[in-house]
């Protein structure tokens, strides 16, 4: 009989089973959106923000958006970070974290993204700046409003959890258009319980 590591078995039984589970998960995130996330999108401080960067950015080009995202992949392992913590030290990032925070562990990262897939605001430090290129704002900004998108179940590195990401897009009250996007990471496993 040979012998074989029970860690390697589970993982491997893991990677087998999500498949059917990224499917399960649609029905607790839309509930989850209904129950909570919804208001967030409504609430003044996060309009607000999105109306001041949306003006702000307003005629950025696309290499000013590539430039600003470099500049901040590379405050990511650097020491002095001044656009990271201007992001971070924002009012909208610190009601982010403390929406994250109250989620006791169900939420893994909180970010706001302008009409150009910007960060806004946001409870942790992303890996980029720029969200544009891929599906979560695609799939939530640019399909208008009522559009959710849900993300599929990966596993973090660094705390070996199975979360998703669910993108929504953010409308203005007084105009009804959608004037940027919303990422809510999830613990996958908190989640279905």
Known sequence: MSKYC?????????????PVAAQDIAGPARALVEAEIKGWLEDPLVIDALKAQ???????TQADIDAMDQ???AETGASSRPMIDAVLGSPLSHHLATLRENGQGLYTEIFVMDNKGLNVGQSDV????????????KKSYLAGPGAI???EIEQDESTQMFQSQIS??????????????????????????
Not at 6 to 18: I, K, N, R
């Open 168 to 193: 929504l897009p953010v409308v203005d009250p007084a105009t009804n258009a959608v004037i940027g996007a919303m990422t809510v990471g999830v613990n996958v496993d908190l989640l279905t319980q």
């Open 126 to 137: 992303s890996s980029d700046y720029w969200q544009g290129d891929e599906a979560k704002w």
């Open 54 to 60: 949306n003006a702000k950015h307003a005629s950025l």
């Open 149 to 151: 998108h849900i993300g």
């Open 71 to 73: 500049q901040w992949r």
């Open 6 to 18: 029970p860690h390697l078995v589970a993982l491997a039984l893991a990677f087998f089973a999500f």
